[in-house]
Every structure is written in structure tokens, then in C-alpha cells.
């Protein structure tokens, strides 16, 4: 287990940029596939990015491919997101997860997750 803390989010204009950050607590954050997650009002929970352990894998959702980069500092036990070209239906809380068992996409093999930052595209 680790603890994870979102920031980065803020208001911006379709087409503007945003880099979220996720700090991580513990040890073994090294060892964690780290994904993220994003979560619209009325909306469930759905995937983006992920990246494995030493950040040689990485997989987008089709929505934000090309878009969006996912990368990862161990040394500075971070994760980011560095979101380009910016849509509102982009705006979203934004969750930082870690996943133990599985590089996945799947929200219920996540271990750990943040509290979220929210992010707001405005047309």
C-alpha cells in the first residue's frame, strides 16, 4: 500500500495544457504499475493512462491518445500526466492510482488510489 496525493488541476481554455503530479509515500512505490483514472459528474469512474513499473510500457484510452503523456520519476516516487490540446469533455476529477498485480486497466485492480484534483476545459 501507498499513499497517493493528486495535484495540478486547475481551469483552463479548450486547447490549453495541464501536468498533473501524483506523490506517492512508501517503498515499494517503485514496484506499482500507476494508472490514472477520471470521474465526470454523473458519470462512472473511467480509465486513461497507465504505465508499468519502470516506465517502459505505456497505454492510453482512445479518448486522450495522442493527447496525453504518462510518465513517472521513482526517485521522486511521481507520477504525471501531462495533458495537451485540451477538450471539455476532458473536465474531470482526475484520480492517481497503484496496482500491485496487474498492468491493467480495470479500476478494480488498483490498490491504492488519491483523492483527486479536478480539472475544468471551458469552450
Known amino acids: 500500500q501507498v499513499q497517493l496525493v493528486e495535484s495540478g488541476g486547475g481551469l483552463v481554455q479548450a486547447g490549453g495544457s495541464l501536468r498533473l503530479s501524483c506523490a506517492a509515500s512508501?517503498?515499494?512505490?517503485?514496484?506499482?504499475?500507476m494508472g490514472w483514472f477520471r470521474q465526470a459528474p454523473g458519470k462512472e469512474r473511467e480509465y486513461v493512462s497507465r504505465i508499468t513499473w519502470n516506465g517502459a510500457s505505456k497505454h492510453y484510452a482512445d479518448s486522450v491518445k495522442g493527447r496525453f503523456t504518462i510518465s513517472r520519476d521513482n526517485a521522486k516516487n511521481t507520477v504525471y500526466l501531462q495533458m495537451n490540446s485540451l477538450k471539455p469533455e476532458d473536465t474531470a476529477v482526475y484520480f492517481c492510482?497503484?496496482?500491485?498485480?496487474?498492468?491493467?486497466?480495470?479500476?478494480?485492480?488498483?490498490?491504492?488510489w488519491g483523492q483527486g484534483t479536478q480539472v475544468t476545459v471551458s469552450s
Open positions: 492510482a497503484a496496482s500491485r498485480g496487474a498492468y491493467t486497466s480495470g479500476r478494480l485492480d488498483y490498490d491504492c
Open positions: 512508501g517503498r515499494t512505490f517503485g514496484s506499482y504499475t
